[in-house]
C-alpha cells in the first residue's frame, strides 16, 4: 500500500487548465482515469488526509504509486481524451459498463453493391446502416421476412449470390418475389439499392410515405380493374401495417430519442436505455456495472453515454436525449453530443407527460434487470459458499453462519413503529420463516429501544421453545410441529445482523445478554459507507466493495428493510382506513357499504337516528342500535384543517370503504422517502 504523499505533485506542477490525469501503480498499469476543468484543484483533493476521502477513492490513491496529466484546450477535448483512455487502458477502478448480452442488430450493408439485409452483432462497421439493438434475432427475422415484400431486397450472403450468378439462376426467395433477384439481373444495382434505401427509409420511422403511396396504387389498379394487382398491393399494405405494430406507438409527435434509466445501490448499478425512432420503440438495450468508484447518479449518466455515443456519428445519435439525472457539468457533454450529431442534441430530464411515462417504464426495467443480476449471481453456489466464508473470516466466527437472521425498524415519524425479521439459510432467503413485529413498549420514535425490544421478544421465544423441547442434544424431532412444519422462532442464527450502526448493535447485544444467550454472533452494516460494526468495537470492519461477503450482508440487510417497510405501509394505510364502523360486531362489508352509500359520510351517518339507520336495507333496529352506541362510545374525529391558511374544512368527503383504492406496496421498495419513512 502506496503513501499519497510520495508521489504527490508539487503544487506549482500542477496547470490550473482542463486536462486528463492517469493513476498508475508500482508496474505502470493505469488503474484510474479522470477529466478535470482544473488540474490543480481535482488533483488537491486525491492528496488530503485519507480519513477524509471515500473508500473507495482512498483505496485507489493508496495503490497508485504515481500520477499524470495532459492539458487539453476545452473540456469537451477532456471528456472525448478520457472515453479514449478508457477504453485504451481499461482502468480498475473507473465504471465500465458492461453488457449483459450481445444485442443483435438490424443491418443493411449499404457500402456494398448490392446492399444486403441481415442480422448483425458486435462493432459497427463503417457504411453500413443499423437499426436496433432488439432483444432477440427472431425478431428481426419476423420483422424482416413481412418487409421483404414490400421491399425485396437481398438477404443471402455472398456464396450464395455468386452461385445464383454462375448459374443464372436465383434462390427460393427470388421464386417466390421476396427478392429483388440482382444476381440475375432482373433489377439492375441502381434500381436495387433505391429499393435498400426505401427499406431503410422505412425503418428509420418514415412509414406514411410509402403506406399512402400504396394505397394510392391500389386504389389506382381496382378503379383500372386489375384486381389481382390490388389484392397483392392491399397485401403489401397490411404487411407493412403489421410489422409497424410490432412496435406500438409510444411518443405521439414521431419523436426521435434515446430514454435512459439507472437503478443503483452502493455497490452496483444498472442502465437501460430505450431507442425510441418516429415515435416507436426501435430497440432496447441494457448495461450493469460495479461501482467501483465514488459516483453519483449524474456520474454514471455521463459514463453510459460516453459508451452508448463513442463510436457514433450523424443520425445514430438521437436528437433528443431522456436522462434520470443530469452530469455536473452539463454543457461539455451536451456540446460533445452535439459535435458527434453535426447538429443540436437536447439532454434533459422529463418532467411531464408522455415521455416522462415511458422514462418510468424505462426506470422498472433498469430496476428489474438490477434485481435480476443479483439473483443470478446470489444462486451460483460457490458464490454463496465464498461469502459465507468470508463473513466468518471478518467476523472471526467459529463456522461460516449457515443461518443468518437480519432485523429492520420502519416507522414514519414515530407513528406506526415496526420491525421485521428476515432469514437467509446457506445464504438464500427462506420467505416461510420471516416474521414481523409491533412495537408494543413504549410510543414514539426510538430505534435502538425497538430494536432491544425485538431482540428480547424474538429470542425469549427462542428460549421457551428451548424450554419446551428439552437440550438439543435430546434430537430434532421436538424442534417440529405435528404436522411435521418447524415451530416459530425454534431454530437458533450463527448470526443476528442488525440494520444500523453501534447503537443498534449494542442494543441487540444487550438484549442477548439479558437473556443469558452468548452462543450468537451479532453485528451491524452501517448504510453510510457499508461499515459492518461488532459489539464493543470503537472503529467498524471494513469488508473491500469487491466481497462477496460484503454484497450478501447487503443483500439481507435490503431485504430486511424491504420487508419492514411493506409492513409500515400496510398497517398506515389500515389506519387511514379505519372508522367507527369496524367496531360493530356482526356487520360486514357488505351492510358498510351500504350505510356509506346511504348516508354519504360517515359524519351524516354519525348524526342519524336510529330509524333513519333502520331505513337501510339489510339494517334491523337491534343493529341499528349497535351502530349508534358504537358512534356514541367513539371519539368524534378531528375536523380537516388546511395546513397553508389554517382554515377550518367544513366539507364532507364520502368515507373510504373496502375496494377502493389505496396506496400501492410493491416487493422492491426503494429508499425515495427514508428521510421521514423508515
Given at each position: 500500500?502506496?503513501?499519497?504523499?510520495?508521489?504527490?505533485?508539487?503544487?506549482?506542477?500542477?496547470?490550473?487548465?482542463?486536462?486528463?490525469?492517469?493513476?498508475?501503480?508500482?508496474?505502470?498499469?493505469?488503474?484510474?482515469?479522470?477529466?478535470?476543468?482544473?488540474?490543480?484543484?481535482?488533483?488537491?483533493?486525491?492528496?488530503?488526509?485519507?480519513?477524509?476521502?471515500?473508500?473507495?477513492?482512498?483505496?485507489?490513491?493508496?495503490?497508485?504509486?504515481?500520477?499524470?496529466?495532459?492539458?487539453?484546450?476545452?473540456?469537451?477535448?477532456?471528456?472525448?481524451?478520457?472515453?479514449?483512455?478508457?477504453?485504451?487502458?481499461?482502468?480498475?477502478?473507473?465504471?465500465?459498463?458492461?453488457?449483459?448480452?450481445?444485442?443483435?442488430?438490424?443491418?443493411?450493408?449499404?457500402?456494398?453493391?448490392?446492399?444486403?439485409?441481415?442480422?448483425?452483432?458486435?462493432?459497427?462497421?463503417?457504411?453500413?446502416?443499423?437499426?436496433?439493438?432488439?432483444?432477440?434475432?427472431?425478431?428481426?427475422?419476423?420483422?424482416?421476412?413481412?418487409?421483404?415484400?414490400?421491399?425485396?431486397?437481398?438477404?443471402?450472403?455472398?456464396?450464395?449470390?455468386?452461385?445464383?450468378?454462375?448459374?443464372?439462376?436465383?434462390?427460393?426467395?427470388?421464386?417466390?418475389?421476396?427478392?429483388?433477384?440482382?444476381?440475375?439481373?432482373?433489377?439492375?444495382?441502381?434500381?436495387?439499392?433505391?429499393?435498400?434505401?426505401?427499406?431503410?427509409?422505412?425503418?428509420?420511422?418514415?412509414?406514411?410515405?410509402?403506406?399512402?403511396?400504396?394505397?394510392?396504387?391500389?386504389?389506382?389498379?381496382?378503379?383500372?380493374?386489375?384486381?389481382?394487382?390490388?389484392?397483392?398491393?392491399?397485401?403489401?399494405?397490411?404487411?407493412?401495417?403489421?410489422?409497424?405494430?410490432?412496435?406500438?406507438?409510444?411518443?405521439?409527435?414521431?419523436?426521435?430519442?434515446?430514454?435512459?434509466?439507472?437503478?443503483?445501490?452502493?455497490?452496483?448499478?444498472?442502465?437501460?436505455?430505450?431507442?425510441?425512432?418516429?415515435?416507436?420503440?426501435?430497440?432496447?438495450?441494457?448495461?450493469?456495472?460495479?461501482?467501483?468508484?465514488?459516483?453519483?447518479?449524474?456520474?454514471?449518466?455521463?459514463?453510459?453515454?460516453?459508451?452508448?455515443?463513442?463510436?457514433?456519428?450523424?443520425?445514430?445519435v438521437p436528437k433528443e436525449v431522456l436522462v434520470p439525472a443530469l452530469p455536473d457539468p452539463v454543457e461539455p457533454i451536451q456540446e460533445w453530443l452535439t459535435e458527434r450529431r453535426g447538429s443540436n442534441v437536447s439532454l434533459r430530464i422529463p418532467q411531464r407527460g408522455d415521455k416522462k411515462a415511458l422514462m418510468e417504464t424505462v426506470q422498472r426495467n433498469a430496476l428489474q434487470a438490477?434485481?435480476?443480476?443479483?439473483?443470478?449471481?446470489?444462486?451460483?453456489?460457490?458464490?454463496?459458499?465464498?461469502?459465507?466464508?468470508?463473513?466468518?473470516?471478518?467476523?472471526?466466527?467459529?463456522?461460516?453462519?449457515?443461518?443468518?437472521?437480519?432485523?429492520?425498524?420502519?416507522?414514519?415519524?414515530?407513528?406506526?413503529?415496526?420491525?421485521?425479521?428476515?432469514?437467509?439459510?446457506?445464504?438464500?432467503?427462506?420467505?416461510?420463516?420471516?416474521?414481523?413485529?409491533?412495537?408494543?413498549?413504549?410510543?414514539?420514535?426510538?430505534?435502538?429501544?425497538?430494536?432491544?425490544?425485538?431482540?428480547?421478544?424474538?429470542?425469549?421465544?427462542?428460549?421457551?421453545?428451548?424450554?419446551?423441547?428439552?437440550?438439543?442434544?435430546?434430537?430434532?424431532?421436538?424442534?417440529?410441529?405435528?404436522?411435521?412444519?418447524?415451530?416459530?422462532?425454534?431454530?437458533?442464527?450463527?448470526?443476528?445482523?442488525?440494520?444500523?450502526?453501534?447503537?443498534?448493535?449494542?442494543?441487540?447485544?444487550?438484549?442477548?445478554?439479558?437473556?443469558?444467550?452468548?452462543?450468537?454472533?451479532?453485528?451491524?452494516?452501517?448504510?453510510?459507507?457499508?461499515?459492518?460494526?461488532?459489539?464493543?468495537?470503537?472503529?467498524?470492519?471494513?469488508?473491500?466493495?469487491?466481497?462477496?461477503?460484503?454484497?450478501?450482508?447487503?443483500?439481507?440487510?435490503?431485504?430486511?428493510?424491504?420487508?419492514?417497510?411493506?409492513?409500515?405501509?400496510?398497517?398506515?394505510?389500515?389506519?387511514?382506513?379505519?372508522?367507527?364502523?369496524?367496531?360493530?360486531?356482526?356487520?360486514g362489508e357488505t351492510r358498510k357499504q351500504a350505510l356509506i352509500k346511504h348516508f354519504g359520510s360517515v359524519k351524516k351517518l354519525r348524526s342519524a337516528t336510529i330509524d333513519q339507520i333502520c331505513e337501510v336495507p339489510g339494517i334491523g333496529r337491534k343493529t341499528a342500535e349497535t351502530i349508534a352506541v358504537a358512534f356514541a362510545q367513539a371519539a368524534p374525529a378531528a375536523p380537516a384543517?388546511?395546513?397553508?391558511?389554517?382554515?377550518?374544512?367544513?366539507?364532507?368527503?364520502?368515507?373510504?370503504?373496502?375496494?377502493?383504492?389505496?396506496?400501492?406496496?410493491?416487493?422492491?421498495?426503494?429508499?425515495?422517502?427514508?428521510?421521514?419513512?423508515?
Amino acid at each position: 500500500m502506496a503513501d499519497p504523499s510520495s508521489y504527490r505533485p508539487k503544487p506549482g506542477q500542477i496547470p490550473d487548465s482542463p486536462g486528463v490525469y492517469k493513476f498508475r501503480d508500482e508496474h505502470r498499469r493505469v488503474i484510474y482515469v479522470g477529466k478535470a476543468k482544473s488540474l490543480r484543484q481535482r488533483l488537491a483533493s486525491y492528496f488530503q488526509d485519507l480519513a477524509n476521502l471515500h473508500p473507495r477513492t482512498r483505496t485507489m490513491v493508496t495503490t497508485a504509486a504515481s500520477v499524470e496529466w495532459t492539458v487539453v484546450s476545452t473540456e469537451v477535448e477532456a471528456l472525448q481524451l478520457e472515453y479514449s483512455w478508457i477504453k485504451e487502458f481499461d482502468p480498475r477502478f473507473n465504471v465500465k459498463y458492461r453488457d449483459d448480452k450481445s444485442y443483435p442488430y438490424l443491418a443493411v450493408t449499404m457500402n456494398e453493391e448490392f446492399p444486403r439485409v441481415q442480422v448483425m452483432r458486435g462493432h459497427k462497421k463503417k457504411g453500413v446502416r443499423y437499426f436496433g439493438p432488439y432483444g432477440h434475432a427472431w425478431a428481426i427475422r419476423d420483422t424482416v421476412d413481412l418487409l421483404l415484400r414490400v421491399f425485396p431486397v437481398r438477404t443471402c450472403s455472398a456464396g450464395v449470390f455468386k452461385n445464383a450468378a454462375r448459374t443464372g439462376r436465383p434462390c427460393l426467395l427470388g421464386y417466390i418475389g421476396k427478392c429483388s433477384a440482382p444476381c440475375v439481373e432482373r433489377v439492375s444495382a441502381e434500381e436495387h439499392r433505391e429499393l435498400a434505401e426505401e427499406f431503410c427509409d422505412f425503418m428509420a420511422g418514415r412509414t406514411g410515405t410509402y403506406l399512402r403511396r400504396l394505397e394510392k396504387q391500389m386504389t389506382d389498379a381496382a378503379e383500372e380493374m386489375e384486381y389481382e394487382r390490388a389484392a397483392r398491393l392491399r397485401d403489401d399494405i397490411e404487411a407493412l401495417k403489421k410489422a409497424m405494430e410490432k412496435n406500438a406507438v409510444v411518443l405521439a409527435d414521431a419523436t426521435d430519442a434515446d430514454l435512459m434509466a439507472v437503478a443503483e445501490d452502493e455497490l452496483e448499478a444498472a442502465v437501460q436505455i430505450f431507442h425510441v425512432r418516429g415515435g416507436r420503440v426501435r430497440g432496447q438495450r441494457g448495461w450493469v456495472t460495479d461501482k467501483v468508484e465514488a459516483v453519483t447518479t449524474g456520474d454514471l449518466v455521463e459514463h453510459a453515454l460516453q459508451q452508448l455515443y463513442g463510436e457514433e456519428r450523424g443520425d445514430s445519435v438521437p436528437k433528443e436525449v431522456l436522462v434520470p439525472a443530469l452530469p455536473d457539468p452539463v454543457e461539455p457533454i451536451q456540446e460533445w453530443l452535439t459535435e458527434r450529431r453535426g447538429s443540436n442534441v437536447s439532454l434533459r430530464i422529463p418532467q411531464r407527460g408522455d415521455k416522462k411515462a415511458l422514462m418510468e417504464t424505462v426506470q422498472r426495467n433498469a430496476l428489474q434487470a438490477l434485481a435480476l443480476h443479483k439473483t443470478k449471481r446470489a444462486s451460483d453456489l460457490t458464490t454463496r459458499s465464498r461469502a459465507l466464508e468470508e463473513i466468518s473470516e471478518a467476523l472471526d466466527l467459529d463456522s461460516a453462519p449457515l443461518r443468518i437472521e437480519c432485523y429492520d425498524i420502519s416507522h414514519l415519524q414515530g407513528d406506526d413503529v415496526v420491525a421485521s425479521m428476515v432469514v437467509f439459510e446457506d445464504g438464500l432467503q427462506r420467505k416461510s420463516e420471516y416474521r414481523r413485529f409491533q412495537i408494543k413498549g413504549f410510543e414514539g420514535q426510538d430505534d435502538v429501544r425497538s430494536m432491544h425490544e425485538v431482540i428480547t421478544r424474538r429470542f425469549r421465544r427462542y428460549l421457551a421453545e428451548k424450554e419446551k423441547t428439552g437440550e438439543w442434544a435430546d434430537g430434532e424431532g421436538g424442534l417440529t410441529e405435528e404436522d411435521g412444519r418447524p415451530k416459530r422462532f425454534a431454530y437458533p442464527p450463527q448470526l443476528v445482523v442488525v440494520d444500523g450502526g453501534q447503537p443498534q448493535v449494542a442494543a441487540a447485544k444487550k438484549a442477548l445478554d439479558e437473556l443469558g444467550i452468548d452462543d450468537i454472533a451479532v453485528c451491524g452494516l452501517a448504510k453510510r459507507l457499508e461499515e459492518v460494526w461488532l459489539p464493543d468495537d470503537d472503529d467498524p470492519v471494513v469488508l473491500p466493495r469487491t466481497s462477496e461477503g460484503l454484497y450478501l450482508l447487503q443483500r439481507v440487510r435490503d431485504e430486511a428493510h424491504r420487508f419492514a417497510i411493506t409492513y409500515q405501509r400496510t398497517k398506515r394505510a389500515k389506519r387511514f382506513r379505519s372508522s367507527p364502523l369496524d367496531d360493530v360486531p356482526g356487520l360486514g362489508e357488505t351492510r358498510k357499504q351500504a350505510l356509506i352509500k346511504h348516508f354519504g359520510s360517515v359524519k351524516k351517518l354519525r348524526s342519524a337516528t336510529i330509524d333513519q339507520i333502520c331505513e337501510v336495507p339489510g339494517i334491523g333496529r337491534k343493529t341499528a342500535e349497535t351502530i349508534a352506541v358504537a358512534f356514541a362510545q367513539a371519539a368524534p374525529a378531528a375536523p380537516a384543517v388546511n395546513t397553508a391558511t389554517g382554515e377550518i374544512m367544513e366539507d364532507e368527503e364520502p368515507e373510504t370503504t373496502a375496494g377502493s383504492a389505496e396506496e400501492p406496496v410493491t416487493a422492491g421498495t426503494s429508499d425515495e422517502r427514508r428521510g421521514q419513512e423508515r
